[in-house]
């Protein structure tokens, strides 16, 4: 279950609203829906993809990952969240992102990943950066919490190295109710600009 940074902003009205605005529109031609459930479930069975992840829908059913995609999808529709999908040259889904939004705090968590044979090929630190510039400039948040399980070596060094600032450790709750924990990272949009200017 996502839970919102550590850190707590507050919003105006307007700018709560601005927030949820774009959520609902935000890259409207890769938000997954029913139509990539099987391609999801295809790319959650591989644990080289999935085991790091806390909060995906297990077990991997098409009717668990066919309701996490709806509940996904209704939140987009609040403005709270964005579940992408990275398509590949075949029609398949190579990859994921899912971006949940509390725009009443102007925040968000990014978690993702990327098909095995996608990995360790430089793209993971490339698609963090490209992810967190749209979160901060198109989306309009100005602060983005992140977690990695304290093992994974490889998110944690693509977090690492997109600017973020470590924060100590978190408990995770998984939606088994169980409890995972994570490395934790913020950045604020503040800080990202001017990692942009070095």
């Not at 085991?51 to 996490?68: C, G, K, Q, S």
């Not at 490339?126 to 602060?143: D, H, T, W």
């Not at 919490?145 to 070596?153: C, H, K």
């Amino acid at each position: 279950m996502s839970a919102p940074p550590k850190t707590v902003l507050t919003t105006s009205p307007e700018e709560e609203a601005a927030i949820r605005q774009v959520v609902r529109i935000f890259a409207a031609d890769r938000v997954a829906g029913p139509q990539h459930v099987a391609g999801l479930v295809d790319l959650f069975s591989d644990p080289r993809v999935s085991d790091p992840i806390y909060d995906l829908p297990r077990p991997f059913t098409h009717e668990n990952v066919a309701r996490w995609v709806a509940e996904s999808e209704a939140l987009r529709q609040k403005g709270e969240c964005v579940l992408l999908v990275t398509p590949d040259e075949a029609g398949g889904v190579a990859g994921y992102s899912r971006i949940t939004v509390w725009p009443d705090r102007a925040s968000a968590e990014l978690a993702g990943a990327a098909r095995a044979d996608r990995q360790n090929t430089g793209r993971g630190r490339q698609g963090v950066a490209n992810s967190v510039g749209a979160i901060f400039e198109v989306l309009g948040v100005r602060l983005i919490g992140l977690t990695a399980a304290l093992d994974n070596v490889r998110s944690a060094a693509a977090i690492d190295g997109a600017g973020f600032i470590r924060m100590g450790e978190r408990e995770s709750v998984r939606p088994d109710g169980s409890i995972r924990r994570s490395i934790y990272w913020e950045l604020t949009r503040d800080q990202w600009r001017a990692l942009q200017q070095t």
